[in-house]
């Protein structure tokens, strides 16, 4: 592969991970502090990591 190719999906790699990593905080927290304990705030920022709609989400990053 060449270095371009191999930057740029490294980049919305990069991308993706931040983007995860950011809604599981977000909804974990939002979720312990709506009363949840741990393991049903665990599951409420799961499942808004599953249903993140990368291709809006990612035509918005670039």
Known sequence: MNQRFMDTTI???ENIRALCVQ???????EALLSGL?????MEVAI???Q???LEKEL???E
């Open 11 to 13: 980049e919305i790699a």
């Open 51 to 53: 249903a993140l709609d």
């Open 23 to 29: 809604t599981f905080k977000t909804h974990f927290h």
């Open 47 to 49: 499942g808004a990591v």
């Open 59 to 61: 035509g918005e990053v």
């Open 37 to 41: 304990c741990s393991d049903g705030a």
